[in-house]
């Protein structure tokens, strides 16, 4: 193989794989801010959760209804819910990060691989 077409592959390469590293990445950040955007839903919700639960709590007990005991129990089981839910959120987020940085590290050394063999096949290239 000529050098130059060997230079050009190796360019080619080292570029097809940067691509490939950049649209996971944006794949990647992509799902991190859906991620976001239904933890920052949760949290609206969780608070105005909350508020009724506070207001409910705010009435005497000779004022409360089987209504508003039934009330508070279901509003006490969403909150629990939502609190489970966010907690899956953040694994997912950690998890995500810790993908990044495989990623980056795989990219990485397939370059460096790339680079070492193109640079090998130059090496034993001899023109005659």
Not at 35 to 64: A, G, M, P
Not at 92 to 117: F, G, Y
Request: proline fraction near 1%; glycine fraction near 0%; aromatic fraction near 4%.
């Amino acid at each position: 193989m000529e050098p130059d077409a060997v230079e050009n592959e190796e360019e080619i390469l080292k570029e097809w794989f940067a691509l490939v590293n950049k649209r996971n990445a944006i794949i990647r950040r992509l799902d991190q801010l859906n991620n976001f955007e239904k933890e920052n839903d949760l949290e609206t919700r969780h608070e105005k959760l909350k508020e009724e639960l506070r207001t409910l709590n705010s009435l005497e007990d000779w004022q409360r209804t089987e209504a508003h005991r039934r009330r508070e129990q279901m509003l006490m089981m969403e909150l629990m819910e939502i609190v489970k839910q966010r907690d899956e959120l953040v694994k997912n987020l950690d998890d995500q990060e810790k993908a990044i940085e495989e990623d980056n590290v795989v990219a990485q050394t397939v370059m460096r691989q790339t680079s070492k063999l193109t640079s090998k096949d130059q090496k034993e290239c001899v023109i005659q």
